[in-house]
């Protein structure tokens, strides 16, 4: 066994640990010390690095260590400074680094330091959860800055992974990781979800890796063709063939000969249609309507559906061998609300390109509107967050602020937000004593928890039913954020 193969194999990090950790940093964004702490913790468990320190670089002075995991401070700030001499190693070990946007008095790094080279997984772990965290702490940015214009950080990486991609989660990076698996290949794939998700994109990014790349990509939406004129738009007809049919037509697998044609809402093709396309795809033949010899064509089929299609086999609406020949290899693209850490990534990008189509560069999306797309449940997916800002641009003056009036009523009817809300804070008002008593119960019981725990906070939510977010916001409230022990 090789060095990187004996590297590979020590390196075992389930998937579902991926999105253990991506919440983990999600929830400790509310407070930039509680998000650098998580950071550099996750990062030893994600890598097996020996040592995590997040630092600041200031303008002038020494580097300030913000959180460190698996090193003393001595140690963590000769890393810092390794790192941010641009060195790529320390002693006998290995440094991997990665910007985390900035503080207010510099830019932010975190840098790990491991004595073997970092399988190639453990590196792809690395940067993306460095892209979660470099997000939690503009959102903690923005949140001491609530009430102020929320500028798009032009550090931002919204560089896609793959073309049409922005990669923020650990569900979208495995989507990711399966299409760079088929690059050289050309196998049949299904790609399912729901509406909205970005089926369309995975399908073209299939086709950017594959040796067609330089053909043809041909979308055909199986929904928006009557019956009697999918046969002859798939397969084509001869001229006279039908009533007209007053010329010879290629048809949409013909006309894509030597690339891919992508089949969207394959669930919604028509039944008696099926058969046809399960020949193709068997024999690599079509036969067009009013033809007597079959013709080969050479065409990679890609499909997509939004549909449960094993029980539309089970009601007769779609055919189980076509459906097993479709599901070769079988993508799915999660619904926006699993992947939630990609909405701010989404937003800027979204805002950036709606800024530039409309003309209006100066627009911006306020904290409080950042918010209120963090918590709404976008059940159009991101299809939906993209008509939404590219709606609060229009209505926006130039060089103003996208605020919560400005977005549809949909988002801004949240069930958490309402008169009860309202009531509930009338009546805290009314009665200061109540509200002072209740206060001082909640430090006593949190700090309380925290002692028995030392200051560990998974423990302490677990022990008090509470969320960790939820706990670091009473903790913020209650003004017990120096409790918190460096776990």
């Not at 010329?247 to 008696?272: H, K, N, W």
């Not at 800027?348 to 918010?371: C, H, M, N, W, Y």
Request: net charge neutral; hydrophobic share 40%; aromatic share 6%.
């Amino acid at each position: 066994m090789t060095g990187v193969e004996a590297t590979a194999a020590r390196y075992v990090f389930p998937l579902d640990a991926d999105d253990a950790v991506v919440r983990r940093l999600v929830e400790a964004s509310v407070l930039g010390d509680l998000l650098a702490r998580e950071t550099a913790t996750s990062l030893i468990e994600a890598t097996e690095a020996d040592a995590s320190v997040v630092f600041v670089v200031p303008s002038a002075g020494e580097v300030r260590i913000v959180a460190m995991a698996g090193c003393d401070a001595g140690v963590a700030r000769a890393l810092a400074r390794a790192a941010a001499q641009g060195n790529s190693a320390y002693g006998e070990g290995l440094l991997l680094t990665e910007p985390l946007g900035r503080d207010h008095d510099g830019p932010r790094f975190c840098t790990v330091v491991a004595a073997h080279r970092l399988a190639d997984a453990a590196t792809r772990r690395f940067r993306m959860f460095t892209a979660v965290a470099k997000q939690g702490f503009e959102l903690c940015g923005a949140r001491e800055r609530r009430g102020q214009p929320v500028e798009p950080s032009s550090t931002r990486s919204l560089e896609p992974l793959l073309p049409g991609f922005i990669c923020a989660s650990a569900a979208m990076n495995r989507v990711a990781d399966q299409i760079q698996r088929l690059q050289g290949h050309d196998l049949m794939v299904l790609i399912t979800g729901e509406s909205g998700t970005g089926k369309d994109l995975v399908a073209r990014a299939i086709h950017v890796g594959s040796p067609r790349s330089a053909a043809m990509f041909l979308p055909y939406n199986c929904t928006t063709t009557q019956r009697d004129l999918a046969d002859s738009q798939l397969f084509g007809h001869r001229r006279g063939s039908f009533t007209g049919a007053i010329t010879d037509q290629q048809g949409l697998i013909r006309t894509a000969a030597g690339g891919t044609l992508f089949l969207d809402e394959i669930g919604d093709l028509p039944l008696d249609i099926q058969p046809k396309l399960l020949r193709f795809l068997e024999q690599g033949e079509v036969m067009p309507v009013g033809e007597t010899r079959p013709q080969a064509v050479d065409v990679r089929v890609l499909a997509a559906t939004n549909a449960d299609l094993e029980q539309r086999v089970q009601e007769g609406k779609f055919r189980e061998d076509l459906y097993y020949r479709l599901c070769v290899i079988r993508i799915h693209v999660p619904p926006l609300r699993e992947r939630r850490e990609e909405i701010p990534h989404l937003s800027t990008f979204f805002l950036r390109e709606a800024r530039e189509r409309l003309g209006k560069p100066d627009v911006q999306l306020s904290s409080v509107t950042l918010d209120l797309f963090d918590r709404y449940w976008w059940p159009g997916n991101v299809r939906q967050l993209r008509n939404e800002v590219q709606r609060a641009v229009a209505m926006s003056p130039p060089g103003g602020t996208i605020e919560p009036d400005h977005l549809s009523p949909d988002l801004t009817a949240l069930p958490s937000t309402g008169v009860a809300s309202t009531r509930t804070a009338t009546r805290v008002l009314g009665a200061r004593n109540l509200a002072a008593a209740v206060e001082d119960v909640e430090r006593e019981v949190i700090g309380s928890a925290l002692r028995k725990t030392s200051g560990n906070i998974s423990e302490t939510a677990r022990v008090l039913g509470l969320t960790r977010r939820g706990l670091y916001l009473k903790m913020r409230r209650l003004g017990l954020d120096g409790a918190i022990a460096d776990t």
